[in-house]
């Protein structure tokens, strides 16, 4: 089982970028799905999960300027960010969920490397 | 929004053993995982649901819940032990949260 990220670099405050994540070992599809992200000298900080049904949330901090999909057909996990701010810098993860077996609960099995997001003019 | 409140730095010496809370509101509720991260790599699942360890974890990682506090106990501290650890909860009821991080320090 492994996870990929690509698609990181700079770019300017206002700009879009699209990041990937290649799922080996496993079906994203049939899984939930996450991206994560750690801002420099900064504690971990959820974006956007997408569930194995389709369904999709988010955080309040990028509500309605990040969107998370799957490419099925290349088994990928990607994330649109849009209007990006200079606090979107940040290593961005993408990881596995895992939900609890007859217990509510979901936890991050497996992490990619992370690809590097630097938003600065 | 909730909040996972962890000490910001623990320190011990090898061959002893550290311990890293995690306090939360009506914890006993809730199941507590944990994540080491050791500088420029990705976190890594060292124990999940309380107290289960993920296959390849050693058994000097353990995990405990109970009241207000989640604990990760590391026995038998070893230099390849020093990284940042972080908590967090996840359940249907909300979006998950992590811990604010402990920075653990094998003197």
């Known amino acids: 089982v492994q996870l990929v990220e690509s698609g990181g670099g700079l770019i300017q405050p206002g700009g879009s970028l699209r990041l990937s994540c290649a799922a080996s070992?496993?079906?994203?599809?049939?899984?939930?799905m996450n991206w994560v992200r750690q801002a420099p000298g900064k504690g971990l900080e959820w974006v956007s999960v997408?569930?194995?049904?389709?369904?999709?949330y988010y955080a309040d901090s990028v509500k309605g300027r990040f969107t998370i999909s799957r490419d099925n057909s290349k088994n990928t996990l990607n994330l649109q960010m849009n209007s990006l701010r200079d606090e979107d810098t940040a290593v961005y993860y993408c990881a596995r969920v895992i939900r609890g077996v007859q217990v509510d609960y979901f936890y991050m099995s497996v992490w990619g490397k992370g690809t590097t997001v630097t938003v600065s003019s | 929004s909730y909040v996972l409140t962890q000490p910001p730095s623990v320190s011990v010496a090898p061959g002893q053993t550290a311990r890293v809370a995690c306090g939360g509101n009506?914890?006993?509720?809730?199941?507590v995982h944990w994540y080491q991260q050791k500088p420029g790599q990705a976190p890594v699942l060292v124990v999940y649901?309380?107290?289960d360890r993920p296959s390849g974890i050693p058994e000097r990682f353990s995990g405990s819940n109970s009241g207000n506090t989640a604990t990760l106990t590391i026995s038998r501290v070893e230099a390849g032990d020093e990284a940042d650890y972080y908590c967090q909860v996840w359940d249907s009821s909300r979006d998950p949260v992590f811990g604010t991080g402990t920075k653990v320090t094998v003197l």
């Open positions: 070992g496993f079906t994203v599809s049939d899984n939930y």
């Open positions: 649901a309380d107290t």
């Open positions: 997408i569930y194995s049904g389709g369904s999709t």
């Open positions: 009506n914890f006993g509720s809730k199941s």
